[in-house]
């Protein structure tokens, strides 16, 4: 059944308030026949209509506030985009390395500790990643991983509002730690609310383009007024730097040139967020089944698989377990980077939290008798060869059995071998023993101790 409401609901604007006015005076107040400019009346009425359209400009400008397309403040926009699952990006610092070049034999041992800051010849700044350490007597060349940026640190007093102004507008988002005396507070954007950390804090960004960190009591606990906050942060150009700059380098004998910065950016337009926080939702690529994050997990550089943990209970929490495609555990930046691939790929009821994987490492031990016509050597190198290709980190996966008849297939198709003995097959936890093996959840099986000998009687 169709209704028919009138085209204008309310009149908005100072000209149609009047003209509501002047139409109900004959109703409302037949005797008040003077509508002149000069009626006291009439000024009254000019006053209320110019007092409807004030508050009614504000009531539309703060309803539109809270739409994304036609929201305009700064802090609109980062809010309704945030509850979108889509964070703004903030200041990045380009990231490279350094080539540290020593030409004549050092005198003595060189140090420099990570974290360290640098001064480029163009005036800006690059601080370390990871230590530079050279004994004495080396000549030759290194290269150590830097961002680009100042490393410094900021103490001041939360007040009562529980927020704190940034100190300075280009923070980087790496190397960016909170602490106070009660400890390191967590950014509650990158934790699940299920997480049992209690120390969180937000980072938010005003009309005036200021950023803040906040503390919110719907999270745990919150700092009390007067505790002295400190802020460890990376000031940034978000520019990337050229390779062949020279860097002043703190002690005499070595030199230090960059090699080429790539990925530095600034913060994101309003524009921009608007466009990427829609694109987000709309998202052909989304990751639902655990199928979908495995599939989708194998377009981020550097990650071989991932297990997926869904809460059985619902779609609120997604645990994935990360294998990188070295056999060192992922580094933070890795579960980071999957980790926010995985964002803006679902939807804005789901949390996505990335662990390493969990190694499980195994032993195995192997008895071979080689045929009187072959090389026991090369017979011996060769099961061993080939158990170690069929077993190594490349080769395994998440919860991954180990077979004993699939090893000695393997073993019994090596050219020379006449029969074998699979003498330990057991995790490294367990006592000795052969038998099957089977990982469960997020365990990766690892080839820990393995030996191959020859069957002497």
Known sequence: MAHNLPTRLTSRNFDDIKEDM?????????????????????????????????????????????????????????????????RPKRWWASQGLLRVHVENPLTSSVSIDALSTLQVQNGQFVTLLESISLPSGFTGTVRVEAVQGNRRSHTTEVGESLRIAFPTANVAEQLFTVTTQQGEWHDAYNHPLDSSLDR?????????????????????????????????????????????????????????????????RQPETITQIKDRAVAKVYSRDRAVTAQDYSRLAQRVPGIKSVHVVKDP???????????????????????????????????????????????????????????????????????????????????????????????????????????????????????????????????????DNFSVTLITS
């Open 22 to 86: 002047l139409r109900s005076i004959p109703e409302l107040a037949p005797e008040w026949t003077n509508h002149g400019d000069d009626d006291y009346g009439m000024a009254i009425l000019d006053i209320v209509a110019g007092v409807g359209d004030g508050l009614h400009y504000y009531i539309d400008r703060l309803t539109l506030e809270n739409f994304l397309r036609t929201a305009t403040l700064t802090q609109s926009v980062h809010r309704i985009s945030e509850m979108l699952q889509y």
């Open 200 to 264: 969180f804090y937000y980072q938010e960004r005003d009309n005036e383009e200021r950023y803040w960190l906040a503390f919110r009591p719907s999270r745990g606990r919150v700092p009390t007024a007067g505790t002295a906050v400190t802020i460890n942060y990376l000031e940034t150009t978000g520019r990337n730097l050229q390779a062949g700059l020279s860097v002043n380098a703190p002690v005499p004998g070595i030199n230090i040139t960059t090699e080429s910065f790539e990925g530095g």
């Open 313 to 447: 209970y619902g779609v609120r929490k997604v645990d994935i377990y990360v294998a990188g495609e070295e056999r060192s555990e992922p580094t933070p930046e890795l579960l980071d980077r999957l980790r926010d691939f995985y964002l803006e790929r679902n939807t804005v009821t789901v949390d996505v939290a990335t662990w390493p994987r969990v190694l499980k490492p195994f032993h195995l031990s192997v008895e071979v008798m080689p045929l009187p016509s072959s090389a026991s050597s090369t017979v011996l190198q060769d099961v061993q060869t080939r158990l170690a290709n069929y077993l190594s980190y490349d080769n395994l996966t998440f919860s991954r059995p180990i077979r004993l008849s699939d090893l000695y297939h393997i073993i019994e198709a090596t050219p020379g071998v006449d029969y074998s003995n699979i003498t330990r097959l057991h995790w490294a936890d367990e006592t000795e023993g052969v038998g099957n093996l089977v990982a469960t959840g997020a365990e990766y099986p690892d080839l």
